[in-house]
């Protein structure tokens, strides 16, 4: 079992910048992918991005997020964060964090055996 807990979610205006940190506690011997989802109303939960824990950590980000978000690892902790930068309003959501041993698709929703409670972002017009 592994627990992953949010933080940093909040409300900003557009053009705005917050940072999500995801820490993870149990059995993470086994984790190899850590990533962030979102979810608005009515919506399908999407990967937004993903990094591989191990080694040089690939990452793999959504096309409308690539050059504005940054998905880092901190092994120490261990805690995986969202750097996120230029919000739009229509990323307004709540932000998952995830984890998995396996991922044939990293930003794919399925690939996920463990989910956290989510944080929300609130981007103002």
């Known amino acids: 079992q592994v627990q992953l807990v949010e933080s940093g979610g909040g409300s900003v205006q557009a053009g705005g910048s917050l940072r999500l940190s995801c820490t993870a506690s149990?059995?993470?011997?086994?984790?190899?992918?850590m990533a962030w989802f979102r979810q608005a109303p009515g919506k399908e939960r999407d990967g937004v991005a993903a990094?591989?824990?191990?080694?040089?950590?690939?990452?793999w980000y959504a096309g409308s997020v690539k050059g504005r978000f940054t998905i880092s690892q901190d092994n120490a902790k261990p805690t995986v964060s969202l750097q996120m930068n230029s919000l739009e309003p229509e990323e307004t959501a709540m932000y998952y964090c995830?984890?998995?041993?396996?991922?044939?698709?990293?930003?794919?929703?399925?690939?996920?055996?463990?989910w956290g409670q989510g944080t929300q972002v609130t981007v103002s017009s």
């Open positions: 149990g059995y993470t011997a086994s984790t190899n992918y």
């Open positions: 990094i591989y824990t191990r080694s040089r950590g690939s990452t």
């Open positions: 995830a984890e998995t041993s396996t991922a044939t698709f990293p930003l794919g929703r399925g690939n996920y055996d463990y």
